[in-house]
């Protein structure tokens, strides 16, 4: 593509725009040198870079390549030996970390952005060199301590150096012999090392070495003998600390070095996708799309493609309200001429064709409607406004022709070529003959050509010259304004005298120049002008045809959608049913599957009833008789006895003569029994307690008759006793295993004997026996509610439970 012709297309200012949406100079490069492709794989590889860039800007319109810098300077003098300054070595690194996020981003979409991800897929793998600078250099471009072992060490010895000069001096300043010589008590610095005001009078007391001299005189700028060294041997360490640091810049630089291709590759890479991010991001702001892309066909070919089909087509340069045209080219004929008025659009409508199929051919989207379509030109040539040439003395006729000379040489079967306002400039009936053979000499080679004209000679060679067709743009008399819209297949008419008409021209002038017009030439005007009528109220027709279509579109949406919306609810409504369903099913299955296990419960409890039952029947029979005791029983509180019929020993805790029972205290419950069911055996007596002894005399009556101490322990041996239950259960002691269990039986117990408020004492304790029973209390089907006993009734230290009724 000859750059000449771009610029008439006015191909720099679409750059400019894109150059404007770059993120770094190295894209802005690749901007420059930017031009059309003429093969269509790469063409079509562009437009997938651009399309990807574009579907992610609409997802995360932030997207891009953020940090980057390009570097190639730097890493060419690193590459020659040079030392790279630490500011040079936080642009490679930030340059890296550039590549390695937009690098990751990309793996991450490469489904959605193929072509994308093959480009980032070049940036190469630098994160060791990264890390290198970043580990020698601060965010500042400072060079840290931690770039070697040597830095660390010749800073603190520089500190240690510095903070001994500054004490010496400080000291100096504050002894009475500095005070008086002193022109005040500061410390400054000349040439590099520190010096005191001593007064032009006492300049021989302060031993030292003069640095300077105020503008006065009266004060000399003195470096005291006594900080000489100190001073050396901190400026000493300061030497020593360059160097270093001139050593590890030049290490990093060979790092550079050895890295120089990967790092050169990764900013082309880099430079690549910025570019195509921009190119997205100007299609997002224009509206554009991507067009349809093919080859041009070779004459000949049977069924051969337009080779431009853009509909609602805009120039991208234009602002404020653009008037879109539609134009085709190559399907019925290859030379399209647009006749028209002045100021009507014509050029605009020939720059917007070649400037659109530059845009596509350099990989940008097109400000035009969906189902346009460009074809791949070798070539695309034009000769658009007056370039007359002061240097080379010609004319503006001449000009054209020279361009439209070169347009003939060079055009061929695939190239599309611009001629605005051809054969002007010279005598109307030479111009208008001349353009009529350019025009001939173009449909035989088969160029593919857009041209503008005002010759009424050219609108009657398009109707009888094969290939070649008629176009207008609109003027609307009226208003004297165009329209801008291109109609295909209708040539525009004279406006002149309509134009002058509604301007003030004498009505006498305008009808005598309509008299002396060639008759034919009127009654084509006529004709024209009766064609266009026609036109404008089918067009009118058409616009409110579209209206009602458009109205109808809108009731049959607004039904669809309350339709839809109704179905919506209905499917609503029968899914929250069906949930419902599921839920009551699964409600009831749980109810079922609870009362199973209480089922299961209740018939074991009446199985182990029907066994306690059956052994208290036993125990009810004759047994084998026993010597009787008398009427004094020879059992007396606190002796050790053994009940011969459960084969377990206990404590006696009161002895009644009169009723003929012995209580016996077993495992802290206690049981009545008859003294031949008991035998003595030998064990240390216990001391009876003054109450129980009152017992034993008949004094008091025993508590035993109350429910909790008639209830027999069941873990404790009295398994095969049968005591009604008692009203409160002591769990106190026991591990939390044996209080589950035995509060687990006992609440069957108390149930099946028809109890419905029994207390649980399981003490306070650590805690853990008390939350086993809430445990225990919170997931039994025989508990109805449970809670923490009255402070009067052992608060923490019990539970009330009421059982099921």
């Not at 007056?386 to 003395?393: A, G, N, P, R, V």
């Not at 609109?474 to 208003?479: I, K, P, V, Y």
């Not at 599921?582 to 749980?590: G, M």
Request: glycine share 8%; hydrophobic share 40%.
């Amino acid at each position: 593509m000859l750059s000449r012709y771009l610029k008439t297309l006015e191909f720099d200012k679409v750059l400019d725009l894109l150059a404007q949406r770059c993120t770094f100079s190295a894209s802005e490069a690749l901007v420059a040198d930017l031009t059309p492709s003429v093969d269509l794989t790469e063409v079509i590889r562009r437009q997938d870079a651009t399309d990807e860039s574009r579907r992610l800007l609409e997802v995360r319109p932030n997207t891009g390549v953020r940090g980057a810098r390009d570097i190639r300077g730097h890493v060419r003098r690193a590459a020659v030996g040079g030392s790279l300054n630490p500011s040079e070595l936080l642009d490679i690194a930030g340059t890296i970390a550039a590549g390695r996020s937009i690098r990751n981003l990309l793996d991450r979409q490469e489904l959605r952005a193929p072509t994308l991800a093959r480009i980032a897929n070049r940036i190469a793998d630098l994160d060791e060199l990264e890390n290198q600078i970043r580990l020698a250099i601060d965010d500042e471009g400072q060079v840290l301590d931690s770039a070697s072992e040597q830095l660390r060490r010749i800073r603190t010895s520089m500190r240690q150096a510095y903070d001994r000069m500054m004490r010496r001096l400080n000291e100096l300043i504050a002894s009475s012999a500095f005070r008086e010589a002193l022109q005040d008590p500061v410390v400054t610095m000349r040439g590099g090392r520190y010096v005191v005001p001593v007064k032009a009078d006492f300049r021989g007391r302060v031993r030292g070495i003069i640095h300077d001299q105020s503008a006065s005189g009266a004060t000399f700028f003195v470096e005291p003998l006594q900080i000489v060294e100190l001073t050396n041997t901190w400026k000493q360490h300061g030497i020593d600390e360059e160097r270093e640091i001139e050593r590890i810049l030049k290490e990093l630089s060979d790092r550079v070095h050895a890295a120089q291709y990967g790092l050169i590759e990764t900013v082309e890479a880099l430079a690549a996708i910025d570019l195509s991010f921009a190119m997205g991001k100007l299609a997002l702001e224009m509206e554009a799309t991507r067009p349809a892309l093919s080859k041009v066909e070779p004459p000949g070919t049977p069924g051969r493609h337009p080779v431009v089909r853009l509909i609602a087509a805009r120039h991208p340069l234009l602002r404020g309200d653009v008037v879109p045209i539609d134009v085709d080219l190559g399907d019925q004929f290859d030379v399209l001429l647009i006749t028209g008025p002045n100021t009507g659009g014509k050029t605009v409508a020939l720059k917007t064709v070649g400037l659109l199929a530059a845009m596509a051919q350099a990989g940008l989207q097109v400000p035009a409607a969906e189902g346009s379509s460009l074809a791949i030109f070798s070539g695309l040539y034009a000769d658009i406004g007056d370039e007359q040439s002061i240097e080379q003395s010609l004319s503006t006729f001449s000009s054209h022709i020279t361009r439209i000379v070169e347009i003939l040489r060079l055009a061929d079967w695939s190239s599309l070529a611009l001629m605005d306002e051809i054969g002007a400039g010279t005598d109307p009936q030479e111009g208008a003959a001349l353009s009529r053979s350019i025009l001939h000499h173009l449909v035989d080679s088969r160029v593919y050509t857009i041209a503008t004209t005002h010759y009424s000679e050219l609108k009657t060679f398009a109707y009888a010259t094969p290939r070649v067709e008629n176009s207008s743009v609109e003027f609307d008399t009226e208003s004297l304004r165009p329209t801008y819209r291109l109609i295909i297949g209708l040539p525009g008419r004279s406006n002149a005298l309509a134009i002058a008409e509604r301007l003030g021209m004498p009505t006498s002038i305008i009808g005598g120049a309509r008299d002396m017009a060639h008759p034919t030439e009127r009654r084509v005007d006529e004709l024209l002008e009766e064609i266009h009528q026609h036109l404008s109220q089918a067009r009118n027709d058409r616009a409110e045809s579209v209206q009602l279509k458009t109205a109808a579109e809108r009731a049959n949406n607004e039904l669809r959608n309350k339709l839809l919306a109704v179905d919506r609810e209905r499917r609503s409504i029968l899914e929250q049913a069906e949930a419902e369903r599921e839920t009551i099913i699964s409600e009831l299955a749980r109810e079922a599957d609870e009362l199973r296990r209480e089922l299961r419960g209740l018939r074991s409890e009446r199985e182990r009833l029907a066994t306690i039952e059956g052994r208290i029947a036993g125990l009810r029979a004759p047994t084998p008789a026993r010597e009787p005791a008398g009427p004094s029983l020879p059992f007396a509180v606190g002796d050790t006895v053994e009940i011969v019929t459960l084969g377990t020993t206990g404590i006696v805790h009161a002895v009644n003569a009169g009723g003929g029972t012995v209580e016996v205290e077993i495992g802290g419950k206690r049981v009545r029994v008859k003294p031949s069911q008991i035998e003595k055996r030998e064990a240390e007596r216990r001391v009876a307690s003054p109450r129980e002894e009152a017992v034993a005399a008949g004094h008091l009556v025993s508590s035993s008759t109350s429910l909790s101490e008639d209830y027999a322990d069941s873990n404790r041996g009295f398994s095969e006793a049968w005591a009604p239950v008692e009203s409160q259960l002591d769990l106190r002691g026991l591990t939390t295993e044996e209080a589950r269990y035995r509060l687990d039986r006992y609440l069957n117990d108390a149930y099946m004997e028809g109890a419905r408020t029994v207390r649980i004492v399981h003490g306070r304790g650590t805690g853990a026996v008390r939350q086993a029973v809430r445990d225990v209390l919170a997931d039994h089907p025989l508990v109805s509610s449970h809670e923490m006993a009255p402070p009067r009734e052992g608060g923490e230290g019990a539970t009330v439970v009421r059982l099921a009724s």
